[in-house]
């Protein structure tokens, strides 16, 4: 594939300062990626996060300059959210408000002391030169406990605007004073117009690809599932696509055999098909995180369908947590609990094919283990639920917690060893095996629980029977009838 300066995309003025039409026979230099020259200079570019970009709202505020000094300067933010949502593009949109000082920093390479440098340097340009600071610090949720606590005097005192991006928690990721100190504001996935808006403002764009190409709806409709919400993504892999499509022109094929530059080429429109848009990337990013909101986001929407028997979410999350490279023996114990829980007697024979999945994961692994577990997915999903197993020991705790069946009864006692008789312990026990159908009737339940029933089945599946034979034991047992 040739690149995009080899293509006839870079010589026009990217809007960075690295204009590579210059007139001369030096070589051009390559332009910025489209993601960086498509960044908004103003939140009125700004795709998508409408429900935070009203007028009035903090990020409004910030970036206008309003408050910008005094008791009620601008306050401190942390913008959470996936990739590719706008965290760094609001960033840079904020600093380009007037009076401000801008600084970033990588929470991946940054430490304690480049924090208080930036400190330092920003209580300085507040006090002698009247300019606000406004400090960008990427993958807050990167820096340690001490790390983060070296911020709060600047943020405490607002001698810095800290602008914080992560894409975990906050609440599980940053420091509670620092938290506290700070406005959350979180960013959600871009809907697929935003995206659809994004790639045709990009192609027509000078500062992107200025009409060097058009999409097909095919190939438009590709790049937006492709993008799954993510403004970087679908961008970059649109420069991917156009740079297929551009190779492909015959002008430029013949340009590129006789190692000639394409500067000034006149060429056509390149139509960008959905198979160059395939050849670009051939996969969706999958959204997760093993130790974070997603990875329990995804399993709680994986039990959740699975209760509620829809096999074919269920088969999906179970697909997202494999992709992304969940350990398969988590979803393989969470299948487990699923059987119990919700499936429970409905079908006895859930809980065996979990624990059997289980196993079978163990001594096999990945990727074979994908089929065992989606065996044990379409087993329990569209078996008959009940939860009433799940429920009545929820309620016999309840009870033992309360206080309630302190007593054993007697005749129910240990009665092996010597003085257990003096006791009374076993006396009258009637020997269940002894009476017809092994059922006899006598109390076994302590004094203030005879007649509690924790065990309630529905009438699904197996607990159909169960139903009518626990009526039946139960009055036997309770001497309230015979069979």
Do not use: C
């Amino acid at each position: 594939m040739t690149d995009l300066f080899d293509s006839g995309l870079a010589d026009a003025d990217d809007g960075d300062g690295d204009d590579a039409g210059n007139g001369t026979s030096a070589p051009a230099r390559p332009r910025s990626p489209l993601a960086v020259r498509m960044r908004p200079r103003s939140l009125d570019e700004v795709v998508g996060q409408q429900q935070l970009l009203g007028a009035g709202s903090p990020l409004r505020l910030l970036a206008s300059g309003a408050g910008a000094a005094g008791p009620a300067g601008p306050s401190s933010v942390i913008l959470w959210g996936p990739p590719g949502t706008g965290k760094t593009t609001l960033a840079h949109v904020i600093a380009r408000g007037p009076g401000r000082t801008f600084v970033e920093l990588s929470a991946i390479t940054a430490g304690v002391k480049d924090v208080r440098k930036v400190m330092d340097d920003a209580l300085t340009n507040r006090d002698l030169h009247g300019r606000t600071t406004v400090l960008f610090l990427d993958e807050i949720h990167r820096f340690n406990k001490a790390q983060q606590d070296a911020l709060l005097p600047g943020v405490e005192n607002r001698w810095v605007v800290l602008i914080a991006a992560t894409t975990e928690n906050p609440s599980f990721s940053v420091v509670s004073p620092l938290l506290s100190r700070s406005i959350l504001l979180t960013l959600k996935p871009l809907t697929n117009d935003d995206i659809h808006g994004l790639l045709l403002r990009a192609v027509a764009d000078p500062r992107g690809l200025d009409g060097k190409v058009v999409l097909s709806e095919e190939a438009l409709d590709h790049l937006v599932r492709l993008a799954a919400g993510d403004a970087r993504r679908a961008l970059t892999t649109l420069e991917a696509a156009a740079g297929v499509a551009l190779s492909g022109q015959p002008g430029v094929k013949a340009k590129a055999a006789q190692g000639e530059g394409l500067p000034g080429l006149e060429l056509p429109p390149a139509v960008v098909e959905l198979a160059d848009a395939e050849r670009a990337i051939d996969a969706a990013a999958v959204r997760y995180d093993r130790a974070g909101d997603q990875h329990y986001d995804v399993i709680s929407a994986f039990i959740k369908s699975i209760r509620g028997s829809d096999v074919d979410a269920a088969l999906h999350y179970l697909a997202r947590m494999l992709e992304a490279g969940e350990d398969p023996r988590f979803i393989a114990r969470r299948i487990m609990i699923s059987a119990a829980e919700d499936v429970g007697m409905a079908d006895p024979t859930a809980l065996q094919t979990a624990v059997a999945a289980a196993q079978a994961v163990a001594l096999i692994g990945m990727p074979e283990a994908r089929i065992i577990l989606a065996e044990a997915v379409v087993h329990l999903a569209t078996a008959p639920k009940s939860n009433a197993a799940y429920n009545g020991i929820n309620s016999a705790i309840a009870d033992v917690r309360a206080g309630r069946g302190t007593t054993i009864p007697p005749h129910l006692r240990d009665a092996h060893y010597p003085g257990a008789a003096q006791l009374g312990h076993g006396k009258g026990y009637f020997y269940a095996h002894d009476a017809p159908h092994s059922v006899a009737p006598q109390q076994y339940p302590p004094d203030d629980l005879i007649g509690r029933d924790y065990y309630t089945p529905t009438t699904n599946g197996a607990e159909r029977d169960i139903s009518t034979r626990l009526a039946r034991l139960r009055a036997i047992v309770r001497g309230e009838g015979s069979k």
